[in-house]
């Protein structure tokens, strides 16, 4: 027997929406506020998380194309990156550099390198939390067969 759960699919819709956008709003203050790439990865994870548990893998695998392992592995690749690029010019390991723009909507914007480093943490951080679920649920269905 199948259980209707057409409110609950459409719920989270609209959840997921949100923690999503809350996710970007963590990821992006987190330079100056607590936030950053690790707790916005994490937030965004959830959002997945929630979409494979009310949704079958299958179904979210085809709508989000989306290679976890890959992820966590490009996440990697870019935090190490932009942690060693300093190396190159002369600074030390983990070095960042910052300036001030005039953007056209956001006006005087500072812009920090840091941000890129984050962004490979928030990667590796959904690329993993993803695959330990999805390497726990695979291991549930093949105990219950």
Do not use: C, R
């Amino acid at each position: 027997m199948k259980i209707n759960d057409v409110i609950l699919k459409t719920v989270v819709k609209g959840v997921v929406l949100i923690i999503l956008t809350f996710s970007i709003y963590l990821f992006l203050s987190g330079h100056h506020t607590p936030g950053g790439g690790f707790i916005g990865g994490l937030v965004m994870a959830s959002a997945f998380v929630l979409l494979f548990l009310t949704y079958d893998v299958e179904t979210v695998s085809e709508g989000i194309p989306i290679s976890f392992k890959k992820m966590s592995a490009i996440g990697v690749l870019i935090s190490v990156g932009s942690a060693t690029f300093p190396i190159f010019l002369g600074q030390p390991f983990l070095s960042q550099s910052f300036g001030y723009f005039d953007l056209p909507i956001f006006g005087k914007t500072e812009l920090a390198t840091v941000t890129i480093f984050e962004a490979g943490i928030a990667l590796t951080v959904v690329g993993v939390v993803v695959n330990i679920i999805l390497s726990i649920s695979e291991g549930s269905n093949k105990w219950k067969a």
